[in-house]
């Protein structure tokens, strides 16, 4: 079982930062990536940022130039660092990790953490 922790929500002005923090624990073979994904009221869950095993990012490109997607030193830690807030980027902001039992693949996700961006 692996378990995927969410940190670092809440409630932040237009223009301003927020950072969101992200764990894996449990037990498995590695973790082959990391991401975030979120989702507001009323539309789909949509890709923020991902990073691969090999430090290979992806962004979408709503948050190009204002999202960075890190990890904290190890491979089952990310941060999403978030600057230049707008109030479209409100959502549930839900962590993943891509993880490689040997024998199979699955995805695990975090419970969500909450980014409303509002003055």
């Not at 932040?12 to 989702?39: D, E, H, K």
């Not at 902001?93 to 996700?109: F, M, P, R």
């Amino acid at each position: 079982q692996v378990h995927v922790v969410e940190s670092g929500g809440g409630l932040v002005q237009p223009g301003g930062s927020l950072r969101l923090s992200c764990a894996a624990s449990g037990n498995f073979f590695r973790i082959t990536a990391m991401g975030w994904y979120r989702q507001a009221p009323g539309k789909a869950r949509e890709l923020v940022a991902d990073i691969t095993r090999s430090g290979r990012v992806d962004y979408a490109d709503s948050g190009k130039g204002r999202f960075t997607i890190s990890r904290d030193g190890t491979e089952n830690t990310v941060n999403l660092q978030m600057a230049s807030l707008k109030p479209e980027d409100t959502a549930v902001y839900y962590c993943y990790a891509d993880v490689d039992h040997g024998a199979s693949h699955k995805k695990y996700w975090g419970q969500g953490t909450q980014v409303t961006v509002s003055s």
